[in-house]
């Protein structure tokens, strides 16, 4: 059946395939939210719970995630044009003063496997950005990545100014918050509303922040 095998070519991290296949689906009628649930969800699902456990590492990740992002873009389009809801908006970045992106960019790519529209606002972005480019998308969720310890303040402080603007602003933004140096202590201390240990465990968090 087709649709498995799609979900094979994820497992298998074959890209080229992974596209051939979706394009034969939707010419064949498929459901585009069917495509998107039973193949690439579920294997992403799969692949996460493989890397929480310790059986996969980053590189394959990353290669399945390259493998779902060649399908999410022949997908978006159809998306958008069967006004699919997503599960929510996310704006997502790496805290100012740091550079680091790949397990950002996993987490957005695990985000938009697992429903969600993700806004990436890319690396060394200050806190203003990140609350005015969540209003300007009514965000449900601002995603703060921190790999430094050096920038684990600018972190406190976007979670800061985020709470502050949605006091003053009358918004709803929750907040979350990852990379190596955070842990759920400190982002209980810094008032976060969530902290997640890696993308799968961001997924599972976003979709408790918007309640579903
Ligand atoms: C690659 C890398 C770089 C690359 C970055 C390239 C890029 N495009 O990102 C380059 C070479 C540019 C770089 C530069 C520097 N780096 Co560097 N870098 C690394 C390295 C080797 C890997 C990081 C990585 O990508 N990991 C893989 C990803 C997939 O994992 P991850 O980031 O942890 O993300 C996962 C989770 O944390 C979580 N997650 C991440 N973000 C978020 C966000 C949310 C909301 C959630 C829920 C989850 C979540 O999900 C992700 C996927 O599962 C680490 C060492 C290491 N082994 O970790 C050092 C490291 C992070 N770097 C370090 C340092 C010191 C630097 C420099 C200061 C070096 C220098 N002296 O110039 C500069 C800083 C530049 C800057 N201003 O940012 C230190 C940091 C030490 C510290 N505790 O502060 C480390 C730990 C190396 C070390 N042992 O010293 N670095």
Redesign the pocket.
């Known amino acids: 059946m087709a649709i498995q095998e799609i979900y094979d070519a994820v497992m298998e991290y074959d890209d080229t395939r992974v596209v051939e296949l979706i394009n034969q689906e939707l010419d064949a009628g498929t459901d585009v939210k069917t495509i998107l649930d039973e193949g690439m969800i579920a294997a992403m699902d799969m692949i996460g719970k493989q890397f929480s456990g310790g059986t996969l590492f980053?590189p394959e990740m990353l290669m399945a995630a390259e493998a779902v992002q060649a399908g999410l873009d022949v997908l978006r389009p159809h998306l958008v044009g069967t006004g699919t809801k997503p599960a929510g908006t996310v704006v997502l970045g790496t805290v100012r003063?740091?550079?680091?992106?790949?397990?950002?960019n996993?987490?957005g790519l695990m985000l938009e496997g697992g429903g969600f529209r993700v806004v990436d606002l890319g690396v060394d972005v200050d806190a203003e950005t990140f609350i005015t480019t969540a209003q300007e998308n009514e965000a449900d969720i601002i995603?703060?990545?921190s790999?430094?310890?050096?920038s684990m303040p600018e972190m406190e402080k976007a979670v800061a100014a985020i709470s502050e603007a949605n006091e003053n602003r009358n918004l709803n933004i929750k907040v979350?918050?990852?990379?190596?140096?955070i842990n759920q202590n400190y982002a209980d201390k810094i008032g976060a509303h969530g902290y997640?240990?890696?993308?799968p465990?961001?997924v599972a968090?976003a979709r408790t922040l918007v309640g579903d």
């Not at 003063?97 to 950002?104: C, E, P, Q, S």
């Open positions: 980053v003063g740091d550079l680091h992106d790949i397990g950002k996993l987490v995603a703060l990545s790999l430094l310890t050096t979350m918050v990852g990379g190596p140096p997640g240990l890696d993308a465990g961001a968090l």
